[in-house]
């Protein structure tokens, strides 16, 4: 008991941060059309403030391990929130183009900093038996996150501009950030200096690089279907624009079903047959909406693809969170770098094959993942 007391602080903090990444990984989406309007973008300038986010997002991705392993969590959360929430800050009241740039680079930032610490501080403060259950619960979190900025942009936008509520979102983190300092977080790794030698022959063991392209295209899969998917249902299914928002809706809610539902099935089924049945559930949602491409069938099939992307991360995550205790943060580091080096370029894929392919994409990154996921498996029995 005086175990799980310790344990729940730290699992609140890895919670409250992940939330916090969820508001970051979407506040771009909602606050942009206003930001349109109220500048006067063209597409050019708008695209280009969109694509500051997830660079921010991977130099954190990148940043995070490192730091973590050598001078622990604490310092490293207080200064990611309060990164991330001067961004926020900043952005709602940005009077200029080239504040609103910083903003967004540090809201992404911050955020992929939060991403990678909450994910490696769960998987450190769990056992081998409930960490994959623990990853699925924080990824809950992040859905919460994700969905409450749409929601209240959806419902105060008509009385309210945007910058009170993305001022009240930062001001909301920085009381996350007084409970952090009451925290007693796990402590660094390496103390003595870090281990250079062993961290560059872990990045060439080949479990950790199957691992890592697992996440390379689940990354890609869950990017292709949150920004493509829209675009697919109104251009070739010919639905309604509202229809086809409330379909990326049913995605982010599956995803959000899926790990509840996970958590509890984790301690139950193997991590295998899991995520392999994730990955034909997701294969199966988008074919029966091009079999059928109805509203109903659209709600439906999103769901389905939601549900099976719900997996594959707190599977991949506690896999390597088993097998790298020693260097956790650098391990989850390197395999976040790939994953979204994978949303990037498979993204890019999209525009040049053809939406029409769409589809055939998103089947293609679910059959690569089980594929890969199999060959690591079987290998991993070998050995």
Not at 176 to 203: D, H
Not at 233 to 259: D, H, Y
Not at 290 to 316: C, D, E, K, N, Q
């Amino acid at each position: 008991m005086t175990t799980t007391l310790k344990k729940a602080p730290v699992l609140a903090a890895g919670f409250s941060g992940m939330i916090f990444f969820g508001v970051a990984f979407v506040i771009m989406g909602a606050v942009l059309p206003s930001l349109i309007e109220k500048f006067q973008l063209d597409t050019t300038v708008a695209s280009t403030l969109a694509g500051l986010l997830p660079l921010g997002i991977l130099l954190g991705s990148v940043l995070f391990g490192p730091v973590i392993d050598r001078f622990g969590y604490k310092s490293l959360i207080i200064i990611a929130s309060l990164v991330t929430v001067a961004g926020l800050e900043m952005l709602a009241w940005a009077q200029t183009i080239a504040v609103i740039r910083f903003a967004i680079f540090l809201i992404g930032l911050g955020g992929g900093i939060l991403n990678g610490l909450t994910n490696a501080l769960v998987s450190d403060i769990s056992d081998d038996k409930n960490r994959a259950s623990n990853l699925s619960i924080l990824g809950v979190f992040y859905t919460v996150g994700a969905i409450a900025i749409p929601t209240l942009f959806a419902t105060l936008s008509k009385t309210l501009s945007y910058t009170p509520i993305v001022a009240g979102a930062g001001v909301l983190m920085l009381l996350s950030v007084v409970f952090y300092m009451f925290v007693t977080f796990p402590e660094a790794k390496f103390k003595q200096g870090f281990p250079v030698k062993k961290i560059a022959l872990m990045a060439k063991e080949p479990a950790l690089l199957l691992l890592s392209f697992t996440l390379f295209f689940q990354s890609g899969l869950e990017g292709i279907s949150n920004n493509w998917t829209p675009t697919f249902l109104e251009q070739q299914a010919s639905l309604p624009s509202k229809s086809a928002m409330f379909a990326l809706s049913s995605i982010i809610m599956g995803v959000g079903a899926g790990r509840i539902l996970l958590s509890l099935l984790f301690t139950r089924i193997s991590k295998k047959l899991l995520l392999l049945s994730s990955m034909l559930v997701a294969a199966t949602g988008i074919y029966i909406i091009t079999l059928f491409p109805t509203v109903t069938v659209a709600m439906i099939g999103t769901f389905m693809m939601g549900l099976g992307f719900a997996s594959t991360f707190p599977v991949i995550f506690s896999e390597i969170g088993e097998r790298y205790k020693e260097v956790s943060g650098t391990a989850f580091s390197f395999a976040l770098v790939i994953a979204l080096t994978g949303n990037t370029l498979i993204n890019l894929m999209v525009g040049v094959v053809s939406l029409k392919y769409f589809p055939l994409m998103v089947i293609g990154c679910a059959f690569a993942i089980s594929s890969i996921y199999l060959i690591n498996y079987k290998i991993s029995k070998k050995s």
